[in-house]
């Protein structure tokens, strides 16, 4: 269970209101929905693994709640986040999520499953959706099989980092995570404009 704070006191934070707080410093659709879909992917892992599945989601929608303010400082990404996070009384656990999930500045320390299943969740959002485009838009048509193939083809959504789509290869067999990605997004389809 995740908490926000207004003065002293505490209230739940569900999906709902991580969505309102990132629509408050995220306005690119394109953006929303990594976020989006990026959580979804994070709610599956945590269940694979009996992780908190309601903290791993909200840390998905969080992530990247600093990007259009950080005006392309990838030094900065992240780290703002955080801050963002924790003047918003979001819960420590989850700022720091956010705060390390910069790989440019924490890659190679990642030690902690929620903040390894980010890295892979951040990467292989990008790669299922590319491959629902190619089906139309219908991420149902997404086939774990296309998914092996694409990730093998460096130039087809040449900016989903394969090695950070690997990294949870230690917990997850790389099959049955593509699998929960897939029935993860496609769970969150309506939102991300996808059938
Ligand atoms: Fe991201």
């Known amino acids: 269970m995740t908490f926000i704070s207004f003065g002293n006191t505490l209230v739940i934070m569900n999906r709902t209101e991580a969505l309102t707080l990132l629509k408050e410093h ?9 976020c989006i879909s990026t959580a979804a992917v994070m709610k599956g892992l945590a269940a694979e693994l009996g992780e908190d599945t309601e ?29 963002i996070l924790r003047k918003s009384g979001v819960s420590a656990d989850i700022a720091d999520a956010v705060r390390k999930h910069n790989h440019m ?16 969740a951040d990467s292989i959002s990008g790669l299922i959706i590319a491959c ?24 087809f959504a040449a900016g989903c980092d394969r090695n950070r789509i690997a990294s949870t290869d230690s917990l997850v067999a790389r099959e049955k995570m593509y699998e ?16």
């Open 26 to 34: 995220v306005k690119t659709e394109s953006l929303l929905h990594h």
């Open 55 to 83: 903290q791993w989601e909200l840390i998905g929608i969080l992530h990247d709640i600093d990007f259009e303010e950080i005006n392309e400082d990838m030094s900065l990404h992240g780290v703002r986040g955080a801050e």
């Open 105 to 120: 500045l924490f890659g190679g320390t990642y030690t902690e499953k929620v903040d390894i299943c980010l890295q892979t």
């Open 132 to 155: 629902a485009k190619v089906k139309g838009g219908c991420v149902s048509d997404v086939a774990v099989k296309s998914v092996v193939k694409k990730y093998k083809t460096p130039s």
């Open 180 to 195: 929960i990605a897939i029935r993860e997004i496609c769970a969150v389809k309506d939102e991300l404009g996808l059938s």
